[in-house]
């Protein structure tokens, strides 16, 4: 059964940094493309920066300077910096549909909890 893991959320005061990781497993496929959503408190849920298998990166103008997404086999890794109370909320790894193995279905991880706060 194909699932994300995701790691590294937890609180942390405005100026600082994160480290989010998440891990794809059970396929022999490899996601051609993986991604970061969130969803803050009030909002519908966002992209917040995505890769491909050939590393065309893609950042929310929310996020741009400040968030660095990269990727390590089957693992990705957003780098979060200069973190704001905004950024608050949980944080989705994410498969595209059609970008894992034939016929998938986008696949979600169970999300991590990002709290800015002072």
């Known amino acids: 059964q194909v699932q994300l893991v995701e790691s590294g959320g937890g609180l942390v005061q405005p100026g600082g940094s994160l480290r989010l990781s998440c891990t794809a497993s059970g396929s022999t496929f490899s996601p051609n493309a993986m991604a970061w959503y969130r969803r803050v408190p009030g909002k519908e849920r966002e992209l917040v920066a995505d890769i491909t298998y050939r590393s065309r990166i893609n950042y929310a103008d929310s996020v741009k300077g400040r968030f660095a997404i990269s990727r390590v086999n089957d693992t990705v890794y957003l780098q979060m910096n200069s973190l704001v109370p905004d950024d608050t909320g949980v944080y989705y790894c994410?498969?595209?549909?059609?970008?894992?193995?034939?016929?998938?279905?986008?696949?979600w991880g169970q999300g991590t909890m990002v709290t800015v706060s002072s």
């Open positions: 994410n498969v595209p549909d059609k970008k894992w193995y034939p016929g998938a279905p986008a696949v």
